[in-house]
């Protein structure tokens, strides 16, 4: 076990009045009533082997935060126990571990050294550390003059290249650009490659679910779920789309309104995930081949998918609509197309016939059909109904091809 933590707790006393804590301090008994405790974290226990890749989701105010910090030795726990076995580097705040008069040159052997690297390590990796950086003559500099973008950029340089046993990562790179977040995965793929752990913290589903094999999702303190990565963000996505303020009520699969009325659906869809406010309003997906129903596709075939939906008559058809996507086996869209895509409305409530029909450009493997009925009002997008797993398709190829996505091209070869 490389990460273990038992009964972990963190609580904080909450105070009506700051004089309270001082009054606590000498009549203990007496104020005792008046104060209140706040869990950050309550009862958490899990165990991580070494090599893994673990992601840690859940919304703003969780724990995940409070979590890292007790691990990384931060901040102490309230009660339980945590266990942390090997080298760990730690990218947790911006700017946590510089110093902003110190140049960025003084602060990589700064960060070295409180990540238990010598001098002479950190004399061998200057050149690779401050190449990975790519912050120019800025290295020289101040770091107060930095942005946060160039903070990040150096902190993860520092991390990544310290060779930890453990690395540790909360939305660090959710300030960085687009290259510097591939540069970075890529960076993780390598590290997965030679078996270091990795926890990483993010509100991005998309790339938890691209490079983690697991998941841990925390609310209000509690530990929600833990398991596979697709399982685990499928149930936190149901979360946070509906209504549901309980998040261990998406756990047992029955949301408020599931809990009055329970809809069954005309087909019996295998799926991974469902939910919504209407569950059952999709009545029927079917995937067609030529003329008939089937699972099987040669890349580049045209894909038919038929959808018979019952839209409900409260429904306001200016905001309603509908979208599928195909997703690889780790849930991410790799496809995706909507009514609203097209510019187009349903023209009634009740009962609507849709087709979709497009070529499958995908490389040879296993994909997701997922289908929802939508509400565009909101912000993230609601459902009335999401289907995740309402069909399963395979591609093949006549041959091996790199990539996931096999786009049709024009290729000139001149003299």
């Excluded at 904080?12 to 309270?20: Q, S």
């Excluded at 935060?65 to 931060?74: A, C, D, Q, R, Y």
């Excluded at 990218?91 to 960025?104: H, Q, R, S, V």
């Amino acid at each position: 076990m490389t990460i273990g933590v038992k009964n972990l707790s963190k609580v904080y006393k909450i105070y009506n009045k700051p004089g309270d804590r001082i009054k606590e301090a000498f009549f203990p008994k007496k104020f005792k009533d008046k104060i209140k405790d706040f869990y950050a974290l309550n009862d958490i226990n899990f165990s991580i082997e070494k090599g893994e890749t673990v992601g840690i989701i859940g919304k703003n105010g969780s724990g995940k935060s409070t979590l890292l910090k007790i691990l990384t030795g931060v901040i102490n726990q309230s009660s339980g126990e945590r266990i942390m076995d090997g080298t760990v580097a730690a990218i947790l705040e911006l700017g946590a571990g510089f110093n902003p008069e110190y140049t960025g040159i003084e602060n990589i052997y700064l960060n070295g050294t409180i990540m238990g690297m010598k001098k002479e390590e950190v004399d061998e990796k200057i050149d690779e550390i401050a190449a990975f950086a790519e912050i120019g003559e800025f290295i020289e500099r101040p770091v107060k003059n930095y942005s946060s973008g160039m903070f990040v950029r150096l902190a993860f340089a520092v991390a990544i290249n310290s060779d930890p046993d453990i690395l540790i990562v909360d939305e660090a790179l959710a300030v960085g650009d687009y290259r510097f977040q591939a540069k970075c995965y890529n960076k993780f793929e390598e590290l997965k490659s030679k078996g270091k752990t990795i926890l990483f913290v993010s509100h991005d589903v998309d790339a938890v679910r691209r490079f983690c094999t697991r998941a841990i999702w925390l609310d209000c303190g509690r530990m929600i779920m833990d398991g596979e990565v697709q399982d685990v963000t499928s149930k936190y996505m149901e979360f946070i789309t509906s209504c549901e303020p309980d998040a261990m009520a998406c756990i047992s699969g029955m949301t408020k309104k599931e809990k009055i009325e329970e809809i069954q659906p005309e087909k019996e869809f295998n799926s991974i995930n469902r939910f919504g406010s209407d569950v059952g309003c999709i009545k029927n997906v079917r995937v067609i081949r030529g003329n008939r129903e089937s699972d099987l596709f040669n890349s580049g075939e045209r894909m038919e998918v038929e959808i018979l939906v019952d839209v409900p008559e409260d429904a306001n058809l200016s905001d309603t609509g509908f979208a599928i996507s195909l997703k690889n086996k780790n849930g991410l869209d790799l496809y995706v197309t909507a009514l609203h895509d097209q510019n187009m409305r349903f023209a009634h409530t009740g009962r609507n016939n849709l087709k979709f029909s497009f070529p499958v450009y995908l490389n040879e493997g296993e994909y997701t059909l997922t289908a929802g009925l939508e509400m565009r009002n909101t912000f993230p997008i609601t459902y009335y109904d999401y289907i995740e797993g309402a069909a399963y398709i395979k591609i093949i190829c006549e041959k091996e091809y790199f990539g996931v996505l096999r786009m049709p091209s024009e290729i000139r070869l001149g003299e």
